[in-house]
């Protein structure tokens, strides 16, 4: 009988610090999701452990209105944890693209998993409190307690991250507090009322979280984990490309169709070499054309120019468009530049949309995808660049960028050929990007007597990279020179030959 | 589909790509092997039940009377180059008849919600530089926008885009339509000499200045030094010169069966070696004009000259000489009423085989001519079919198929996605006996041409089935004359084209030989030049 009794309390204990290192963890999770989903760790952090707290506060108070078949609600509420708290950071990925509601759901969450844990330890107590001298059943549950926070707090970010990743880890500890509920469930069989379907129950539970946990790896594409090398965020696939951000550290980067689009660290350099030498050199700069670019960065340069009245932005996917409108992560990268009174988005094919479009623009950015498939090299042939000259008003510049003129030479030098063809002014630059490498632009102008260096109007914030010297960048290393290119025509495709051969090397 | 050859330059894709890309898209199609839901066949065709009535003539009697100064029989090409050149010489008075509902001949197209297609012709090759009449006829139209350096400057957009033609060659997709993969080295020498031999032949040139082989025929020296290689079959030529490669002749076969409808054992040496030696830029301007609707658009410029002056749905059946002209009786098939039309002249652009049962005593001269049948499938696919080895091209041709592969209808379009993907496939029969082929591609149902096109794309795209959702078959039972030995240089052929007491006059491209858009064009400016100089010698 005492052998009995004393693997009761043994049983119960060991349940306390496991629900312990599992409400932690789930805390934990909750607020690393929080941090890389919404930014601002520190806040994030700061709210998920406030309301962490306050809600187990609020399961506490509840726990006194437990007052029968306290064994049974004590396993059916180690269940709940164990599903609610598991399935939490699956929930969340799963949600973070209805952004609107996330926020409420994450909260929602921390907030359900605290009281349920608020509940626990109160109930535990009533449970043993004939049982064990009161003294020693304080001392017991809090130092169990306190070491299961200890044991999370150290193994989250050391082992559990990691080696499982977030959404894995989550589910992980879901199976945990299950097991122990079937545990309890087993060992326990005498002590509680209806016994087969509390097991029932809790196989059940179990069953769920562990085909979730599967099938985890295609929720979150491991693969393209991997890949990167980086935590992937988020993920979203559009009728035209494959979305995915990932977080390392301070830097966010955004992959389309597993390129690199920019990343949050040093995507300032690419942008401000984009925007600001057409923009500074155009003799006028109201009428704004950005074609690509549905990250809306290169809106957030051209807005740096109080003399803009209008910049309409072609894209060709909405998918894109309205994640960078509305994302708050997104939004917090082009300073909510697509969602500018000044700013209309269309989603359009750029090339049908230039053939039929009936305005003219002072300035034209061009940041089209590379030219890594034949579609995509429609957009960079002498009849698109012919097709821009009447969108062009008189004293137009236009942008392009063109590939890296040091991995992809002849492609660099294709593009720059070829728009030389249709707008005889043309001109190149180049910048170090560090997570791009060297990177190039093809400026070109419908008036001749264009001057890129000149400067007729400046930004009205101060700029980070772009120093207002067209000529510094101006210039090109031997290594960085190709002669007899040929010009890219729709019926020869050039370019997607060199891009191929040239990338090709180094992929 | 298209000729001219891309030999010399090598795929710069590697093999390796390719074989890596196999294995990753087998699964795809294993997987969705499921029969797709139930997909839509539609079947058209020239209007062959009209035209049959011509075997019986049990049309009404004339109710209306019409007269002309010229009348033009038939609204194909020849038809419409004719109105053309009567417009540029200062006629505007003359009529036009034409069976179908529309006008172009074999020029037509069909549409979709997705993309135009072809319904026959669907691309000319870039023009020899000398063929100064139908040069200015792509200037007048803007396809030529101007020279360089004496060369013309063609419309980029209606050049076809790069990549340009894929050859399913050992399961595998592969840049360029001549077989290069895993080749033994005499099978290349072998291409290289026959290469070769076409280069020799598309440059030489007999003593009056005149080519051996050009376009058109007509322009060709009458030296008659090859003239002999119009009595053998291309087989026989080819057999003759030790080009007894499967790979190369199954080439060769392809080639003759894409332009002239039969293969090499059906066509004359002459016409096959024409085939490579007849335009004259030669690998090094190897490019085409198309557009998505094929050669209709080539037909629309030419309808601006006809189209005040045309009937359409107007079967013509009899045509007799009279004392003072010509009485012609045209069947009008929208009232169903015969109307009489007196002209003074007519220029027949109709095929022989119509000939035979509108004039009197051209049966014998009418059964000289055999036409090759045709059958067209336009599909409809729900996604694009990406395959390893080479991107999809303009023009797809699946070595040793039974059909002639593919064309991407939406290749000529700037836009970078399409909601789905359209291909019109092109089938010409293999065997000789053309009638034959013909009762099979009337009698044959919708289902079984359905199946028959698809078991034929399914050795390059596994599980096709599953992604069509819609075909639309085309018959063209007498879809083109079919050069057989003896025919181009035939005194049959040549007696078929003189003009009757100088009121009756004939264009039409089974007269020159062989059925492209550049011997139709020709053929209507010829017949009317002619007319134009018999009444000016008359009067």
């Known amino acids: 009988m005492v052998k009995n009794k004393l693997s009761f309390e043994i049983l119960l204990l060991l349940a306390v610090f496991t629900i312990a290192t599992c409400g932690l963890i789930y805390e934990l999770v909750a607020g690393t999701l929080a941090s890389y989903l919404l930014g601002d760790s520190v806040k994030q952090f700061s709210f998920i452990i406030g309301v962490y707290l306050f809600s187990m506060g609020i399961g506490s108070y509840f726990s006194k209105f437990i007052r029968r078949n306290l064994l049974n609600t004590f396993v059916e509420i180690e269940l709940l944890v164990g599903l609610v708290g598991g399935l939490s950071s699956v929930i969340l990925f799963v949600l973070f693209e209805n952004v609107g509601y996330f926020q409420f759901i994450l909260y929602l969450l921390v907030f359900v998993t605290g009281c349920l844990v608020g509940l626990e330890i109160p109930l535990l107590m009533n449970i043993l409190k004939d049982r064990v001298k009161f003294r020693d059943l304080v001392s017991n549950v809090f130092t169990f307690d306190y070491i299961g926070a200890l044991l999370a707090s150290i193994l989250f970010p050391l082992v559990l991250v990691p080696q499982l990743g977030i959404m894995r880890t989550s589910l992980f500890f879901g199976m945990i507090n299950t097991a122990i509920a079937l545990i309890v469930c087993i060992a326990l069989k005498k002590e509680l009322k209806r016994q087969p379907l509390l097991l029932f129950k809790a196989a059940f539970c179990m069953v769920v979280l562990i085909i979730v946990f599967i099938f985890s790896e295609k929720i979150l594409s491991y693969s393209e984990s991997k890949l990167y090398g980086e935590n992937i965020i988020y993920t979203h696939s559009t009728p035209y490309q494959r979305i995915v951000l990932t977080h390392n550290k301070n830097d966010y980067r955004l992959y389309l169709n597993n390129n690199l689009q920019f990343s949050s660290a040093d995507e300032y350099r690419y942008h401000e070499a984009l925007v600001h030498p057409a923009m500074t050199s155009a003799k006028k700069a109201e009428n704004i054309l950005v074609m690509g670019g549905g990250d809306g960065l290169a809106v957030r340069e051209i807005l740096k120019y109080p003399e803009v009245k209008h910049i309409t932005l072609v894209d060709l996917d909405e998918g894109m468009t309205r994640l960078f409108k509305e994302n708050t992560v997104l939004t917090g990268f082009n300073k909510n530049a697509l969602n500018n009174p000044k700013v209309s988005v269309i989603n359009a094919d750029a090339y049908v949309w230039a053939r039929e479009c009936k305005q003219q623009f002072d300035v034209v950015i061009i940041d089209f995808p590379d030219p890594g498939n034949y579609s995509l090299g429609k957009l960079y042939s002498l009849s698109f660049y012919n097709t821009l000259q009447h969108i062009l008003s008189p004293d137009a510049v236009v942008v392009i960028q063109t590939t890296s003129p040091y991995f992809a030479p002849k492609s660099f030098w294709c593009i720059n050929k070829t728009v030389q063809q249709a707008l005889p002014k043309t001109d190149a630059y180049h910048i170090y990007v560090p997570s791009f490498g060297e990177w190039g632009y093809t400026i070109a102008a419908k008036n001749p007597a264009t001057d890129f260096k000149s400067v007729k109007r400046k930004a009205n914030e101060k700029l980070r990279f772009y120093e207002y010297d067209f000529t510094r960048l101006n210039t090109f290393s031997k290594d960085m020179v190709a002669a007899d290119v040929e010009i890219n025509r729709l019926d020869n495709q050039i370019l997607v030959r060199y891009f191929d051969e040239e990338w090709g090397k180094i992929q | ?539």
Not at chain 2, 51 to 79: C, E, Q
Request: proline share 5%.
């Open chain 2, 1 to 539: 589909m298209k000729n001219g050859e891309k030999y010399n330059k090598p795929s710069r894709r590697s093999f390796l790509k390719l074989a890596g890309a196999t294995l990753l898209a087998t699964p795809f199609f294993q997987f969705c092997k499921q029969e797709a839901a139930r997909l839509i066949v539609k079947l058209t065709g020239t209007n062959h039940i009209l035209g049959h009535r011509l075997w019986a003539k049990d049309f009404p009697n004339p109710s209306k009377t019409v007269t002309t100064p010229l009348l033009i029989v038939g609204a194909g090409i020849s038809g419409l180059s004719a109105a053309r050149q009567l417009r540029k010489k200062g006629i505007n008075d003359f009529l036009i008849i034409e069976m179908e509902n529309h006008a172009g001949g074999n020029a037509a197209n069909g549409e979709n919600k997705y993309s135009k297609f072809p319904l026959g012709a669907h691309y000319l090759p870039l023009p020899n530089a000398h063929d100064t009449e139908l040069m200015r006829f792509l200037e007048e139209e803007k396809i030529i926008t101007g020279y360089k350096d004496g060369k013309p400057i063609f419309d980029e957009n209606q050049l076809t885009f790069a990549p340009q033609e894929r050859l399913y060659y050992k399961n595998n997709w592969q840049e360029g339509l001549v077989p290069r993969y895993g080749n033994s080295k005499a099978l290349d020498d072998a291409f290289n000499r026959f290469f070769e031999a076409m280069d020799a032949f598309r440059k030489e040139k007999a003593a009056d200045g005149l080519y051996y082989f050009d376009i058109p025929i007509s322009a060709t020296t009458p030296d008659g030094k090859y003239r002999n290689l119009d009595t053998i079959t291309m087989m026989q030529w080819l057999h003759d010169n030790n080009f007894n490669y499967p790979e190369l002749i199954e080439y060769v076969n392809y080639c003759c069966r894409d332009d002239y409808g039969l293969g090499v054992n059906g066509v004359s040496a002459w016409a096959g070696i024409h085939y490579f030696a007849g335009r004259k830029h030669g690998a090094d301007l190897d490019s085409v004009l198309t557009w998505p609707e094929g050669n209709a658009r080539l037909a629309n410029h030419l309808k601006k000259y006809a189209s005040d002056n045309m009937a359409l749905n107007y079967l013509a059946h009899t045509v007799t000489p009279t004392d003072s002209g010509l009485e012609v009786l045209a069947f009008d098939a929208t009232t169903q009423q015969t109307v009489q039309i007196n002209a003074d002249k007519v220029i027949m652009a109709t095929p022989q085989f119509v000939n035979g049962y509108l004039l009197p005593n051209r049966k014998k001269t009418a059964k000289n001519s055999i036409y090759a049948p045709w059958l067209l499938a336009t599909l409809t696919l729900s996604t694009k079919p990406d395959e390893p080895g080479f991107p999809l091209c303009w023009d797809n041709v699946l070595h040793n198929a039974k059909g002639l592969g593919y064309i991407y209808d939406q290749h000529q379009s700037i836009q970078q996605l399409h909601d789905k993907t359209v291909i019109t496939y092109y089938y010409s029969f293999a065997g000789n006996d053309t009638k034959k082929s013909r009762k099979e591609l009337y009698s044959k149902t919708a289902e079984y041409w359905k199946e028959f096109v698809l078991a034929d794309l399914e050795a390059a795209h596994p599980g096709i089935k599953n992604i069509t959702e819609e075909i639309q078959l085309h018959r063209l039972g007498h879809g083109m004359v079919a050069p057989v030995p003896g025919y181009i240089f035939g005194m049959q052929k040549q007696a078929a084209g003189k003009p009757i007491a100088n009121r009756i006059y004939f264009a039409h491209t089974d007269l020159a030989g062989i059925s492209i858009f550049e011997e139709a064009f020709h053929q209507g400016i010829n017949a009317v030049n002619q007319l134009l100089h018999d009444t000016t010698v008359d009067s």
